[in-house]
Structures are given as structure tokens and as C-alpha cells.
């Protein structure tokens, strides 16, 4: 079964900075992924998805990730950041369904 | 386009008692996901319904969780009796699109079991 792997519960960094959010993925076949933000008592928004293609997967809010098939990676990306994208952050894979990371808190300060 | 609707929005319960959670999904679309969030945690798959039948449900607890949709439109999701495990934000989902892959989540309903 697929499952995919956040090793961060928690990525701090100053507005303005570049942003990583890490994501490992484990799949049988071609692998779907997506990256999630949720804003507190909100449900999930899609920010972005790898099907097939370009490796630099580019998404919502100037998010971008960098799908690395050797590495079996999918991390998110963001060239400068902003306090207002502090929030929870999930990784998922679909196969026969979505399967969802634990999250990542994004704190990004002023 | 319309997105997920879910009610109700909060609900705190009694332990044992019995709650149900209702999802109207994007209009037209087959497929309906119904998904646990335990806070701290990422969402966790209950039952997937194409049409008003079930695709998967290996990982709804059916001892005490059930959830239906009758005519493959909206549908409940149902906990009787409820235990303090249980609380959580519980999660409707449905496809963007036929292949778009991505899922559009509702705002969720958020159980507190005392």
C-alpha cells in the first residue's frame, strides 16, 4: 500500500527566507502526489500535484515542489516567505485512495 | 462551481451517545470520501462511496461507525455509541474532476466526546 512520510513535525523560518517542507513518498507503481495546507478549523486546500511530467511542479500562493523519483522526495517549496503561510501542511499519495502524512506546522515569522 | 457542504460544524457529545455527520459533495461527481483527522495527525480514510456504493471501508470501525448514501448524492456518516477516541474533525471529500486527482474537502465537523 502506498504511504508517504514527513520527518518534521515543525519548520520555522523568517519572512522573506526561502522555504523547505520535506515529503519521502512510497508507492508500487507511478506515483500521484499532492501537498495540502490547512488554516486552523478550516478543511484542506489544494495547493499543487505531481502526475507525470515536469519534475518542478508548480501550484497555488507561489508554492512550487520538486518531484525526485530517485529519491522518492516530493518537497514543497517556497522562494520567499510569508506570515501568512503559517500553517499545517500534508504531503499525500493517491493510489487506490489518498493517503495522507502526519503534517508539517509551517510557522513563518516576522 | 458549488464546493463540499458538511454539517454540523461543531458537535460535543456525551460519551455512548450517538452523533451523525452530513456531506453534500460537488454536484455531479460519483465519488464521496469520508475522512478522520484526529488532531495532530493527518486525515485517516474511513469509507469511500462510487455512487451509493462502497468502494472501501476496511478502516471504519463498524462496531460503532456507519455511514450510508442512498441515492448517490449526499451522505451520513453516522457513530453509535461514541467513545473519547472519537473525537476528532471528520472530513467529506470529493474529485475535483474524472481524472484531476485532486480531492476538494469540506470545512469538516468537529466531534468533542466528553
Known amino acids: 500500500a502506498q504511504s508517504v512520510a514527513q520527518p518534521e513535525d515543525q519548520v520555522n523560518v523568517a519572512e522573506g527566507n526561502p522555504l523547505t517542507v520535506k515529503c519521502t513518498y512510497s508507492v508500487s507503481g507511478n506515483p500521484y502526489l499532492f501537498w495540502y495546507v490547512q488554516y486552523p478549523n478550516r478543511g484542506l486546500q489544494f495547493l499543487l500535484k505531481?502526475?507525470?511530467?515536469?519534475?518542478l511542479v508548480k501550484g497555488s500562493y507561489g508554492f512550487e515542489a520538486e518531484f525526485n523519483k530517485s529519491q522518492t522526495s516530493f518537497h514543497l517549496k517556497k522562494p520567499s516567505a510569508l506570515v501568512s503561510d503559517s500553517a499545517l501542511y500534508f504531503c499525500?499519495?493517491?493510489?487506490?485512495?489518498?493517503?495522507f502524512g502526519a503534517g508539517t506546522r509551517l510557522t513563518v515569522k516576522p | 462551481e458549488a464546493g463540499v457542504a458538511q454539517s454540523p460544524r461543531y458537535k460535543i457529545i456525551e460519551k455512548r451517545q450517538s452523533v451523525a455527520f452530513w456531506c453534500n459533495p460537488i454536484s455531479g461527481h460519483a465519488t464521496l470520501y469520508w475522512y478522520q483527522q484526529i488532531l495532530g495527525q493527518g486525515p485517516k480514510l474511513l469509507i469511500q462511496?462510487?455512487?451509493?456504493?462502497?468502494?472501501?471501508d476496511s478502516q471504519l470501525p463498524k462496531d460503532r461507525f456507519s455511514a450510508e448514501r442512498l441515492k448517490g448524492v449526499d451522505s451520513t456518516l453516522k457513530i453509535q455509541p461514541a467513545k473519547l477516541e472519537d473525537s476528532a474533525v471528520y472530513l467529506c471529500?470529493?474529485?475535483?474532476?474524472?481524472?484531476?486527482?485532486?480531492?476538494?474537502f469540506g470545512e469538516g465537523s468537529r466531534l468533542t466526546v466528553l
Open positions: 471529500a470529493s474529485p475535483r474532476g474524472v481524472d484531476a486527482g485532486e480531492l476538494f
Open positions: 499525500a499519495v493517491r493510489d487506490d485512495d489518498m493517503r
Open positions: 505531481y502526475i507525470t511530467g515536469d519534475n
Open positions: 462511496f462510487q455512487n451509493n456504493g462502497v468502494v472501501d
